[in-house]
T-cell receptor, first 115, second 115 residues
Framework: NAGVTQTPKFQVLKTGQSMTLQCAQD?????MYWYRQDPGMGLRLIYY???????DKGEVPNGYNVSRLNKREFSLRLESAAPSQTSVYFC??????????????FGDGTRLSIL | AQSVAQPEDQVNVAEGNPLTVKCTYS??????LFWYVQYPNRGLQFLLKYITGDNLVKGSYGFEAEFNKSQTSFHLKKPSALVSDSALYFCAVRDWWQAGTALIFGKGTTLSVSS
Protein backbone atom coordinates (compact mmCIF):
# COMPACT_ATOMS: atom_id res chain seq x y z
CA ASN A 1 0.00 0.00 0.00
CA ALA A 2 1.40 3.38 -1.01
CA GLY A 3 -0.79 5.38 1.39
CA VAL A 4 0.03 9.09 1.08
CA THR A 5 2.66 10.04 -1.49
CA GLN A 6 4.33 13.44 -1.59
CA THR A 7 6.54 14.87 -4.32
CA PRO A 8 9.18 16.18 -4.39
CA LYS A 9 10.99 14.95 -1.29
CA PHE A 10 13.49 17.82 -1.32
CA GLN A 11 13.51 21.22 -2.97
CA VAL A 12 15.64 24.34 -2.83
CA LEU A 13 14.14 27.58 -4.08
CA LYS A 14 15.25 31.17 -4.37
CA THR A 15 13.21 33.92 -2.77
CA GLY A 16 10.36 34.92 -5.06
CA GLN A 17 10.19 31.66 -6.99
CA SER A 18 7.01 29.64 -7.09
CA MET A 19 6.40 25.94 -6.80
CA THR A 20 3.71 23.37 -6.20
CA LEU A 21 3.95 20.52 -3.73
CA GLN A 22 2.03 17.45 -4.81
CA CYS A 23 0.16 14.98 -2.63
CA ALA A 24 -1.85 11.91 -3.56
CA GLN A 25 -3.57 9.26 -1.44
CA ASP A 26 -4.87 5.89 -2.52
CA UNK A 27 -7.08 5.10 0.50
CA UNK A 28 -10.27 6.71 -0.84
CA UNK A 29 -10.22 9.21 2.01
CA UNK A 30 -12.48 12.24 1.96
CA UNK A 31 -10.37 14.64 4.03
CA MET A 32 -6.89 15.87 3.21
CA TYR A 33 -4.55 18.26 5.00
CA TRP A 34 -1.35 20.26 4.62
CA TYR A 35 0.82 20.91 7.67
CA ARG A 36 4.19 22.51 8.14
CA GLN A 37 6.66 21.33 10.75
CA ASP A 38 9.19 23.70 12.26
CA PRO A 39 11.64 22.89 15.07
CA GLY A 40 10.08 23.25 18.50
CA MET A 41 6.69 24.17 17.08
CA GLY A 42 5.09 20.85 16.28
CA LEU A 43 2.89 20.66 13.21
CA ARG A 44 0.69 23.56 12.20
CA LEU A 45 -2.27 23.31 9.85
CA ILE A 46 -1.95 25.33 6.64
CA TYR A 47 -5.05 24.30 4.68
CA TYR A 48 -7.44 21.40 4.68
CA UNK A 49 -10.05 19.88 2.43
CA UNK A 50 -12.96 18.15 4.12
CA UNK A 51 -14.16 16.67 0.85
CA UNK A 52 -13.58 16.83 -2.88
CA UNK A 53 -14.36 20.32 -4.14
CA UNK A 54 -13.88 22.14 -0.83
CA UNK A 55 -10.86 23.78 0.79
CA ASP A 56 -10.48 25.94 3.87
CA LYS A 57 -7.80 27.86 5.70
CA GLY A 58 -6.06 26.47 8.74
CA GLU A 59 -3.88 28.15 11.31
CA VAL A 60 -1.12 29.50 9.02
CA PRO A 61 -2.50 29.95 5.47
CA ASN A 62 -0.75 33.20 4.47
CA GLY A 63 1.51 32.80 1.46
CA TYR A 64 -0.05 29.53 0.34
CA ASN A 65 -2.80 28.33 -1.94
CA VAL A 66 -4.25 24.85 -2.40
CA SER A 67 -6.17 22.86 -4.97
CA ARG A 68 -8.19 19.73 -4.37
CA LEU A 69 -7.84 18.40 -7.88
CA ASN A 70 -9.95 15.29 -7.27
CA LYS A 71 -10.57 12.92 -4.40
CA ARG A 72 -7.02 11.57 -4.54
CA GLU A 73 -4.94 14.71 -5.00
CA PHE A 74 -4.40 17.83 -2.91
CA SER A 75 -1.66 20.26 -3.94
CA LEU A 76 -0.04 23.15 -2.09
CA ARG A 77 1.33 26.14 -3.99
CA LEU A 78 3.78 28.81 -2.93
CA GLU A 79 3.28 31.73 -5.30
CA SER A 80 6.28 33.80 -4.18
CA ALA A 81 8.49 31.87 -1.81
CA ALA A 82 9.96 33.59 1.24
CA PRO A 83 12.72 32.40 3.59
CA SER A 84 10.10 32.13 6.38
CA GLN A 85 8.52 29.31 4.39
CA THR A 86 11.58 27.12 4.83
CA SER A 87 10.09 24.10 6.54
CA VAL A 88 9.11 20.48 6.23
CA TYR A 89 5.67 20.11 4.67
CA PHE A 90 3.44 17.15 5.40
CA CYS A 91 0.33 16.03 3.63
CA UNK A 92 -2.18 13.85 5.47
CA UNK A 93 -5.48 12.19 4.74
CA UNK A 94 -8.30 10.87 6.87
CA UNK A 95 -11.24 8.60 6.18
CA UNK A 96 -14.68 9.00 7.63
CA UNK A 97 -15.73 5.41 8.06
CA UNK A 98 -15.56 3.50 11.29
CA UNK A 99 -16.45 4.16 14.87
CA UNK A 100 -15.51 7.62 16.07
CA UNK A 101 -12.74 9.96 14.92
CA UNK A 102 -10.23 8.32 12.65
CA UNK A 103 -6.46 8.82 12.65
CA UNK A 104 -4.78 10.82 9.94
CA UNK A 105 -2.29 9.12 7.64
CA PHE A 106 0.83 11.09 6.75
CA GLY A 107 3.20 11.21 3.83
CA ASP A 108 6.96 11.32 4.34
CA GLY A 109 7.18 15.05 3.81
CA THR A 110 8.75 17.59 1.47
CA ARG A 111 11.82 19.35 2.83
CA LEU A 112 11.78 22.84 1.38
CA SER A 113 14.60 25.33 1.72
CA ILE A 114 14.23 28.91 0.47
CA LEU A 115 17.36 30.96 0.05
CA ALA B 1 -10.04 26.30 20.98
CA GLN B 2 -8.58 22.93 21.82
CA SER B 3 -4.93 22.57 22.73
CA VAL B 4 -2.38 20.08 23.98
CA ALA B 5 0.87 20.64 25.83
CA GLN B 6 3.91 18.42 26.05
CA PRO B 7 5.89 19.77 29.00
CA GLU B 8 9.13 17.92 28.26
CA ASP B 9 11.26 18.63 25.20
CA GLN B 10 13.29 15.47 25.82
CA VAL B 11 12.94 12.28 27.83
CA ASN B 12 15.91 10.00 28.44
CA VAL B 13 15.51 6.41 29.63
CA ALA B 14 17.67 3.31 29.74
CA GLU B 15 16.71 0.29 27.68
CA GLY B 16 14.49 -2.05 29.65
CA ASN B 17 13.15 0.67 31.93
CA PRO B 18 9.59 1.94 31.77
CA LEU B 19 9.00 5.15 29.88
CA THR B 20 6.43 7.92 30.14
CA VAL B 21 5.92 10.80 27.73
CA LYS B 22 3.60 13.42 29.15
CA CYS B 23 0.70 15.25 27.53
CA THR B 24 -1.96 17.53 28.99
CA TYR B 25 -4.95 18.83 27.12
CA SER B 26 -7.46 21.66 27.20
CA UNK B 27 -10.76 21.09 25.41
CA UNK B 28 -14.36 22.09 25.47
CA UNK B 29 -16.52 19.02 25.34
CA UNK B 30 -15.31 15.47 24.99
CA UNK B 31 -11.62 15.11 24.11
CA UNK B 32 -10.50 13.00 21.17
CA LEU B 33 -6.79 12.43 21.74
CA PHE B 34 -4.05 10.84 19.67
CA TRP B 35 -0.40 9.88 19.91
CA TYR B 36 1.91 9.80 16.90
CA VAL B 37 5.58 8.87 16.48
CA GLN B 38 8.01 10.32 13.96
CA TYR B 39 11.27 8.66 12.98
CA PRO B 40 14.02 10.70 11.26
CA ASN B 41 13.12 11.86 7.76
CA ARG B 42 9.74 10.13 7.90
CA GLY B 43 6.14 11.17 8.32
CA LEU B 44 4.09 10.73 11.47
CA GLN B 45 2.84 7.27 12.32
CA PHE B 46 -0.32 6.71 14.35
CA LEU B 47 0.18 4.91 17.68
CA LEU B 48 -3.16 5.07 19.48
CA LYS B 49 -6.23 7.15 20.18
CA TYR B 50 -8.67 7.82 22.99
CA ILE B 51 -12.31 8.41 22.10
CA THR B 52 -14.29 7.14 25.03
CA GLY B 53 -14.45 4.14 27.32
CA ASP B 54 -11.49 2.58 29.10
CA ASN B 55 -8.96 5.03 30.47
CA LEU B 56 -6.07 2.76 29.46
CA VAL B 57 -5.70 2.61 25.71
CA LYS B 58 -3.43 0.08 24.03
CA GLY B 59 -1.70 0.84 20.77
CA SER B 60 1.02 -0.19 18.37
CA TYR B 61 4.54 -1.41 19.25
CA GLY B 62 3.63 -2.13 22.90
CA PHE B 63 2.68 1.46 23.71
CA GLU B 64 -0.28 2.41 25.83
CA ALA B 65 -1.70 5.67 27.10
CA GLU B 66 -3.55 6.56 30.26
CA PHE B 67 -6.40 9.05 30.04
CA ASN B 68 -7.05 10.99 33.25
CA LYS B 69 -10.00 13.34 33.09
CA SER B 70 -9.45 14.99 36.47
CA GLN B 71 -5.84 15.83 35.61
CA THR B 72 -6.62 16.51 31.93
CA SER B 73 -3.71 14.30 30.96
CA PHE B 74 -3.06 11.65 28.34
CA HIS B 75 0.40 10.24 29.07
CA LEU B 76 2.08 7.76 26.76
CA LYS B 77 3.67 4.75 28.45
CA LYS B 78 5.60 1.60 27.73
CA PRO B 79 6.62 -0.97 30.36
CA SER B 80 10.05 -1.72 28.88
CA ALA B 81 11.79 0.71 26.52
CA LEU B 82 13.75 -0.37 23.46
CA VAL B 83 16.56 1.53 21.75
CA SER B 84 14.43 1.43 18.62
CA ASP B 85 11.76 3.49 20.44
CA SER B 86 14.03 6.52 20.17
CA ALA B 87 12.06 9.03 18.11
CA LEU B 88 9.97 12.20 18.26
CA TYR B 89 6.53 11.77 19.83
CA PHE B 90 3.53 14.01 19.30
CA CYS B 91 0.32 14.27 21.26
CA ALA B 92 -2.66 15.67 19.34
CA VAL B 93 -6.30 16.58 19.92
CA ARG B 94 -9.05 16.77 17.36
CA ASP B 95 -10.39 20.27 16.82
CA TRP B 96 -13.33 21.60 14.85
CA TRP B 97 -12.61 24.06 12.06
CA GLN B 98 -15.05 25.93 9.89
CA ALA B 99 -15.73 23.10 7.46
CA GLY B 100 -14.34 20.00 9.12
CA THR B 101 -11.98 18.64 11.71
CA ALA B 102 -8.21 18.65 11.99
CA LEU B 103 -5.59 17.81 14.57
CA ILE B 104 -3.90 20.26 16.90
CA PHE B 105 -0.44 19.00 17.80
CA GLY B 106 1.80 19.51 20.77
CA LYS B 107 5.36 20.65 20.15
CA GLY B 108 6.73 17.15 20.43
CA THR B 109 8.93 15.23 22.86
CA THR B 110 12.16 13.59 21.80
CA LEU B 111 12.56 10.19 23.41
CA SER B 112 16.10 8.88 23.71
CA VAL B 113 16.60 5.29 24.86
CA SER B 114 20.16 4.33 25.74
CA SER B 115 21.56 0.82 25.67
Amino acid sequence: NAGVTQTPKFQVLKTGQSMTLQCAQDMNHNSMYWYRQDPGMGLRLIYYSASEGTTDKGEVPNGYNVSRLNKREFSLRLESAAPSQTSVYFCASMGGAGLGPQPQHFGDGTRLSIL
Amino acid sequence: AQSVAQPEDQVNVAEGNPLTVKCTYSVSGNPYLFWYVQYPNRGLQFLLKYITGDNLVKGSYGFEAEFNKSQTSFHLKKPSALVSDSALYFCAVRDWWQAGTALIFGKGTTLSVSS
